[in-house]
């Protein structure tokens, strides 16, 4: 059964700031599989990135995705304040068929 | 557009079965590759998958809940049921429907989510 860990649980940023979040799986995944959300909240999860690297629609240029095998990367590369959310990696296909990581939340120093 | 709404009781009581709508619009469930799944989400936690159904009426299920879940489509009212047996107090949560991507390959479109206390 595969399994998703997220570093750190929290990271505490400024606006302006980068921000490097991971994704770590215990078996390998497939690129085309992995995919991060962010969520504010009372809100639904919102489809970021999908595999590993694609912005979905409507996704500012400032979130971009990486990692292949069993280590992933989401990366904001200057924090804006609606950036300030919790975000989960995702994977498809392997057993258990969805599996989503615990999250990391980006919060304001 | 495409959107999906849950409906469904805000309460339901210990050992009780939950039946849960998911009414969806701007797509269609008979579409090539084109999933349904629900997630649910304690409250202060994570996202954990529960069920996903496939245009073709292939069903996949959490491992972990698989023998409380059922999960159907009704193409031609555009909704998906799933039904959860033997409620206890930790299944309260929010629970969301969302559209899996015949292209994306993931949720890109998900509902806004409903409240399900488990509590006598």
């Known amino acids: 059964e595969i399994v998703l860990t997220q570093s750190p649980g929290t990271l505490s940023l400024s606006p302006g700031e980068r921000a490097t979040l991971s994704c770590r799986a215990s078996?390998?995944?497939?690129?085309?599989?992995l995919a991060w959300y962010q969520q504010k909240p009372g809100q639904a999860p919102r489809l970021l990135i999908y595999?590993?690297?694609s912005r979905a629609t409507g996704i500012p240029d400032r979130f971009s995705g990486s990692g292949s095998g069993t280590d992933f990367t989401l990366t904001i590369s200057r924090l804006e304040p609606e950036d300030f959310a919790v975000y989960y990696c995702?994977?498809?296909?392997?057993?258990?068929?969805?599996?989503f990581g615990p999250g990391t939340k980006v919060d304001i120093k | 557009q495409i959107t999906l709404k849950e409906s469904g009781p805000t309460l339901v009581k210990p050992t009780q079965t939950l039946t849960l709508t998911c009414t969806f619009s701007?797509?269609?469930?008979?579409?090539?590759?084109?999933?349904v799944g629900w997630i649910r989400q304690p409250p202060g936690k994570a996202l954990e998958w529960l069920a996903l159904i496939y245009w073709n009426d292939d069903k996949r299920y959490s491992p972990s809940l698989k023998s409380r879940l059922t999960i159907t489509k009704d193409t031609s009212k555009n909704q998906v049921v799933l039904t959860m047996t033997n409620m206890d107090p930790v299944d309260t949560a929010t629970y969301y429907c969302a559209h899996r991507s015949d292209r994306l390959l993931h949720f890109d479109y998900w509902g806004q989510g409903t409240l399900v206390t488990v509590s006598s």
């Open positions: 701007g797509f269609s469930l008979s579409t090539s590759g084109v999933g």
């Open positions: 595999g590993a690297s």
């Open positions: 995702q994977q498809y296909g392997s057993s258990p068929l969805v599996t």
């Open positions: 078996q390998s995944v497939s690129s085309s599989y």
